[in-house]
């Protein structure tokens, strides 16, 4: 099949769990155009290569606000500007699609990436968009717009499971989408736990938006000589070539998935964001982790506080963050158990996509 993957840019999370499905249909011989924008479209051309073509066609911005009542302000703002770079998503599809041919089009948490005669299926976690003060009517207005945009799509996809959620209420405990319409596949990871020695102290692996991608870098800088052991900071930088910060502790703007792989799989501890795709990388490979969401970020905030309710993981503002007493909660959590094989949720999609007859 000739096939269009559309990725949503915020951050690296949905590149990332993109890619197995995206190996996993190359494997199988489909012709691959690959849409997303930024850092996102450049750490796809570095794992991907010429097996796939790229296009670049940037999606709308992410709403983030550093207190309740910013939120309320820059949604008003926020939803016309959607709206509009939603028009012109779609517009730039359009003209993709009278210059080559399409059988299939799968969108990874891109609602202006879908066509009315091409069968059209959509990625996401998150069916319920959350809001700083949980007020219900807003949660449920959101699951309203997401119905509404939904009905675009031949199948909604969830990476999580119907039972033991990793999402929790982003995904679940829904008053307005019925469940039982949506395909719960399992996690989705680009990575596997291998049985390996734990020589890693700290794998630090920031990510995410700038400018609180930067933000973050620097204040860890500070406080990294509280920590001791064997270290390794990854910064999420795929336009940049490494960079030394301080002798006793590895850096890396950018690490392939071999690379990430085998780095978690001997860490001990993970310091990193809280973001879906981060938490299922460890549920997968299982660790222990010290969580930090991207202030404004209220998925991100949820899913911290969610997991840290479960012992998973420990959650600490950005603001707040104290990285010598913070890593000393570590020790008295059960953290991320790990061993799911992902390859089970990869062949539940591809049947799923297989079947567009």
């Keep these: 099949m000739k096939i269009i993957?559309?990725?949503?840019?915020?951050?690296?999370?949905?590149?990332?769990?993109?890619?197995?499905?995206?190996?996993?249909?190359?494997?199988?011989?489909?012709?691959?155009?690959?849409?997303?924008?930024?850092?996102?479209?450049e750490l796809l051309k570095k794992e991907i290569g010429d097996q796939a073509t790229y296009v670049d066609i940037p999606d709308y911005p992410m709403l983030l606000s550093e207190n309740s009542r910013q939120f309320i302000a820059k949604s008003l703002v926020y939803?016309?500007?959607?709206?509009?770079?939603?028009?012109?998503?779609?517009?730039?599809?359009?003209?993709?699609?009278?210059?080559?041919?399409?059988?299939?089009?799968?969108?990874?948490?891109?609602?202006d990436m879908y066509s009315k005669k091409i069968p059209s299926f959509f990625i996401s976690h998150q069916m319920r968009i959350m809001n700083p003060l949980r007020i219900t009517l807003l949660e449920r207005g959101s699951e309203t717009f997401n119905m509404f945009f939904f009905k675009r799509f031949k199948g909604i996809i969830i990476p999580d499971f119907k039972d033991d959620s990793y999402a929790g209420d982003l995904s679940h405990n829904l008053s307005k989408i019925d469940e039982n319409s949506l395909h719960y596949v399992g996690l989705l990871s680009d990575f596997k736990r291998t049985e390996c020695t734990k020589d890693i102290d700290y794998f630090i692996s920031l990510s995410g938006p700038e400018p609180q991608r930067s933000i973050l870098e620097k204040k860890i800088i500070k406080q990294l000589d509280?920590?001791?052991?064997?270290?390794?900071?990854?910064?999420?930088?795929?336009?940049?070539?490494?960079?030394?910060?301080?002798?006793?502790?590895?850096?890396?703007?950018?690490?392939?998935?071999?690379?990430?792989?085998?780095?978690?799989?001997?860490?001990?501890?993970?310091?990193?964001?809280?973001?879906?795709?981060?938490?299922?990388?460890?549920?997968?490979?299982?660790?222990?982790?010290?969580?930090?969401?991207t202030p404004g970020q209220v998925e991100q905030e949820y899913l911290a506080s969610f997991h840290h309710d479960k012992g998973t993981c420990v959650a600490i503002d950005q603001d707040k963050l104290d990285l010598n007493n913070d890593v000393k909660k570590i020790k008295n959590i059960k953290g991320f158990q790990g061993g799911y094989q992902v390859s089970k949720t990869v062949n539940a999609i591809l049947s799923l996509l297989n079947d567009v007859n």
């Design 226 to 293: 509280h920590l001791s052991g064997n270290i390794i900071l990854t910064l999420g930088k795929t336009e940049m070539k490494e960079t030394d910060l301080k002798q006793r502790i590895q850096t890396y703007n950018f690490l392939s998935k071999d690379q990430r792989e085998d780095l978690l799989n001997r860490s001990k501890v993970v310091i990193s964001r809280s973001g879906y795709s981060t938490i299922s990388d460890l549920a997968v490979i299982g660790t222990k982790a010290l969580m930090i969401p």
């Design 5 to 41: 993957f559309s990725i949503c840019s915020w951050g690296l999370g949905h590149s990332t769990r993109s890619l197995p499905i995206i190996r996993k249909l190359l494997s199988e011989g489909n012709a691959l155009t690959i849409i997303s924008s930024g850092r996102s479209l």
């Design 79 to 111: 939803w016309p500007l959607f709206i509009k770079r939603m028009e012109e998503g779609l517009q730039a599809l359009g003209r993709l699609l009278q210059r080559q041919e399409c059988d299939l089009i799968v969108s990874d948490g891109r609602y």
